[in-house]
T-cell receptor
């Protein structure tokens, strides 16, 4: 079946602009995760959804970052007033349930803030 | 904060040779997972080893786990150019939050 998909694959924006990154999880997966990966580092947790609700958003760096999953499937990560330090690869993952499942990752969105 | 640490940071080998990389972690775990990442993009899940397992195989991959030393190793046998990638170990810091190390970059020379 189809894996996790993310759009766009690349996004270049200017400092101060608003961006939206989309994630389409594997069908039937109730858990969805966002991670951010800076150059030379491993991914770092941002937010976790179980169904429609954000069960843990403790990894979001500040209130410029927000994510939604209104129907329990597709999720959108929203970044307001982008800064150069937001440049990174944003990865989305999904899993069938919750407790310590294997997480399946999408190809990521490379965000560049000029 | 990152739970795991991979060693070495980088590894260069000849095609056909074996590649070994290690991962150390800090807290007790339920399972440990290894992922591969090509060209800084999506991670591909390679293998999951549970805390009550000591060794696991998948094709040319062999993973070991030593919970007493809080360490794991990933061995890739008979490496190929397509194995060139970054490899990450990951553990759960709670029921759903995966924590990754900084990864080992493997280059397989033809």
């Amino acid at each position: 079946g189809a894996g996790v998909s993310q759009t766009p694959s690349n996004k270049v924006t200017e400092k101060g602009k608003y961006v939206e990154l989309r994630c389409d999880p594997i069908s039937g997966h109730t858990a969805l995760y966002w991670y951010r990966q800076s150059l030379g580092q491993g991914p770092e947790f941002l937010i976790y959804f179980q169904g429609t609700g954000a069960a843990d958003d403790s990894g979001l760096p500040n209130d410029r970052f927000f994510a939604v999953r209104p129907e329990g499937s597709v999720s959108t990560l929203k970044i307001q007033r982008t800064e150069r330090g937001d440049s990174a690869v944003y990865l989305c993952a999904s899993s069938p349930g919750t407790r310590m499942d294997t997480q399946y990752f999408g190809p990521g969105t490379r965000l560049t803030v000029l | 904060s990152q739970q795991g640490e991979e060693d070495p940071q980088a590894l260069s080998i000849q095609e056909g040779e074996n590649a070994t990389m290690n991962c150390s972690y800090k807290t007790s775990i339920n399972n440990l997972q290894w992922y591969r990442q090509n060209s800084g993009r999506g991670l591909v899940h390679l293998i999951l080893i549970r805390s009550n397992e000591r060794e696991k195989h998948s094709g040319r991959l062999r993973v070991t786990l030593d919970t007493s030393k809080k360490s794991s190793s990933l061995l890739i046998t008979a490496s190929r150019a397509a194995d060139t990638a970054s490899y990450f170990c990951a553990t759960y810091s709670n029921d759903y939050k995966l924590s990754f190390g900084a990864g080992t970059t493997v280059t397989v020379r033809a």
